[in-house]
């Protein structure tokens, strides 16, 4: 009677704790997924790098400034010439750390100025042309609009609605990371004192890991499918590649999530199976005996 009173309240507390568990790691996966993507700076940084932005970023540079080329007379190959996919890649990351710093305000390059005044004079002397300073100022005001065009671009088009915030929320995503991860250490502890019987635990462990392994595929096949970003209307078309990739790469990392969660329940499994089955060769094994 003792047996079977232990048995049916670790039967009850199981089921209570591989559900409470299992909501617990789904959280903590939540926060996980957060604390990896949203709240860090070099995953923005690798998704500008994967998606193609800079380079989309260059290219519209080389158009814009070659147009304006074209206006003032000066050769394409003038106005594009200190346009580097390096640089415009390094300005980016910057932007990108200045947003998490939380940082609204466009960063200045006089450079760009610098840098493209000097090549448009370059350009006048070597076609031996009159350089008065009608057209010096020509060549000024052109260096201006390359500056302001560029530090356009350098910009993220939502770094002005969400930049004041990054801080705060980088640091709530890694106290409430943190926060759950503990609370789910002591959940397992508990588990551990409570549930004397090994096979027990280790079948309510095998439910927690494949609920949250499930529910972790769920979530992000929910979210493409309820929020297309393909269909996202976003100017220009090399914001919204980057923030499909972005938002993609994201739930991305539910699956890997999953992953880790099928594989701790396989093995789980595999150590529960073994168990079970000494169990019943010890068992087989004695009732032969008591046969004999």
């Known amino acids: 009677m003792k047996q079977k009173q232990t048995s049916g309240t670790g039967g009850w507390f199981g089921g209570i704790f591989a559900w409470v568990f299992s909501l617990l790691l789904t ?3 939540v926060m996980g997924v957060i604390f990896f993507t949203i709240s860090n700076e070099n995953y923005l940084k690798s998704q500008i790098l994967s998606s193609g932005y800079a380079e989309s970023i260059l290219e519209n540079l080389q ?11 000066m050769p394409a190959e003038v106005m594009t010439s200190f346009l580097t ?7 980016l990351f910057r932007s990108v750390e200045r947003f ?4 609204r305000s466009v960063e200045s390059h006089p450079e760009i100025a610098q840098m493209a005044q000097q090549a448009m004079l370059e350009s006048v002397q070597e076609r031996g042309l009159e350089l008065t300073g009608q057209v010096e100022e020509a060549i000024a005001y052109m260096a201006e609009i390359c500056q302001t065009d ?5 910009r993220f088009t939502f770094a002005s609605w969400i930049a004041a915030y990054m801080p705060k929320i980088v640091k ?13 250490l002591i959940a397992f502890a508990l588990l551990m004192a409570v549930l004397r019987n090994g096979p027990a635990r280790l079948r309510w462990l095998i439910n927690a890991c494949g609920a949250t392994a499930l529910v972790s595929v769920i979530l992000p096949v929910l979210f493409r499918i309820f929020v297309p970003m393909e269909d996202l ?3 220009p078309v090399a914001l ?3 923030l499909v990739k972005y938002t993609h790469g994201m739930t991305d990392a539910f699956f890997y999530f999953a992953l880790i969660y099928l594989v701790v329940a396989g093995a789980l499994y595999l150590v529960w199976n073994k168990g079970f089955q000494k169990s019943r060769q010890m068992y087989q094994n004695r009732q032969e005996q008591e046969f004999v």
């Open 63 to 73: 158009e814009n400034f070659t147009s304006y080329g074209n206006a003032g007379g």
């Open 150 to 154: 560029y530090q356009k671009n350098m």
């Open 172 to 184: 709530l995503a890694q106290m409430g990371a943190g926060a759950v991860l503990v609370i789910t």
């Open 240 to 242: 919204k590649t980057l």
């Open 233 to 235: 209307v976003l100017s």
């Open 100 to 103: 998490y710093q939380g940082q």
């Open 85 to 91: 996919q390096e640089k415009v890649q390094q300005d």
């Open 27 to 29: 959280l903590l996966t």
